[in-house]
């Protein structure tokens, strides 16, 4: 399994770190991606990853909920970062678009976020897209850069059938399925059933939304067997064919060895 979206850089687990990354290990996970999300995260995120040679990996991106009215100044340091000789980004991201609490920097982030999928196509490296009450302003970015042979993911997909084919008609992304998918009341399943197996990948987004049986819990990347384990049920196939098929989608797009 890969974990292709975990926050375990961050302050939620300085007491107990070294322990989570263990847990993940001796649940069968290969390698976990990390998104950054402002500035501040570069640091710790790259310390795990020095820590963690061959099994953490970085990201480097503005989250949109941290856009702000100096987002410009920050996308200037962060290119300089992601263009440094060296560098080890496997993905931009975490970008993308959030209006579900607040729309007061709503063109910034439309700006942003465009400058970011930018980078993708001038690096040559996957989108990993944040989408919340925004569907409609991110297709119409999307589509901006439909002939740029993009790929990605759309992060913690949870929406209609008719927004995941709108979103898989980019060939080059996948959606990413996180614990959401093992609540008693997700609509989901039903909506995967519709999805082809090879066009979703596995995530945590740790510390958040963690999966039955440990909801309302801290999430870790090690849970993510049990999202595995669900959306085996759902394709009613094996947990391990679904190991097989998402584990080698994930290491195609973000070329893991």
Known sequence: MIDTHSHIYGEEFDEDRSSVVERARQAGVEAILLPNINMDSIRPMLNLCSEHPGFCYPMMGLHPEDVRDDYSKVLDMMYKELNSAGNRYVAIGEVGLDFYWDETYRSQQ???????????????????????????????????????????????????????????????????????????KSTLPNVLRNVPLERIVLETDAPYLAPMPHRGKRNESAFVADTMKRIAEIYEMEPSEVDKVTTATAKRLFRLP
């Open 110 to 184: 439309i700006e942003a976020f465009e400058r970011q999928v930018c980078w993708a196509r001038d690096f040559n490296l996957p989108l990993v897209i944040h989408t919340r009450s925004a569907h409609r302003e991110l297709m119409d970015v999307m589509e901006r850069h439909r002939n740029d042979a993009l790929t990605g993911i759309f992060h913690c997909f949870g929406g209609t059938q008719e927004e995941a084919e709108e979103l898989l008609t980019f060939e080059g992304f996948v959606l990413g399925i996180g614990g959401v998918v093992t609540y008693k």
